[in-house]
């Protein structure tokens, strides 16, 4: 249930934020998220700055046919990526499967979101094992033709493995009767973050509503 709320208001808080004009109370739900995850700040702030390495070219193309509008884009894009990032900041990303199967998504698109999200995640671990594997044996990156022959090796591998990976997925999970669906332990409790969160969304949902109709 948490984690279906946290879908549902991720998505009404990025469309209104993308297409309704700009106003304070957009801010209420992005404090409240910063503050129940105010022990990781600085680590969501990093990922935000990442990203924007490729919003600004964006926004340096909008700047020179309208200066306001590209502000605005950089605002907007701004605010839905904290958001985002912070409000699945702890998540594993099985909860967004969990959350989507609560929200009565087709099992068959849950399956493929849990077998991409673990097969990522062994991807991942491997590539960080082979790194600190490189790094122990005093490897150093570099413009050599060593060094590209060597990383081409890595992918190769990586990429062999996942596949290798993939059908002893698929032959487990047919040996044990898998029918497209995954069933999760899921839990009906919602907490505070949840409750709170839902209200400051909803609130700006009223917002634009009546601005809408009025």
Known sequence: MKEAIKLVNSFLYSLVVAFSPLHYLFLLPLFVVLFFERENFLSIFKKVVLLNFFILFLVVFVYFKDSSEALELFVRTNMILLFNIALFYTSQGYDLARGMQSLGFNSK????????LS???????DFKE?????????????????TYQTYGNIFAMILVKALRKSED?????????FED???FLNSNTIGLFEKVLSFFVLIILLKVGYE???
């Open 109 to 116: 698109v849950v399956s493929v979101l849990y077998f991409t």
């Open 119 to 125: 097969l990522t995640n062994f991807i991942k671990k």
């Open 130 to 146: 082979t790194k600190n594997t490189l790094k122990a044996r005093g490897f150093s990156a570099g413009t050599s033709m060593f």
């Open 169 to 177: 997925m698929k032959v487990g999970m047919s040996a044990r009767g």
């Open 181 to 183: 669906k995954i069933y």
């Open 212 to 214: 809408l109709f009025s």
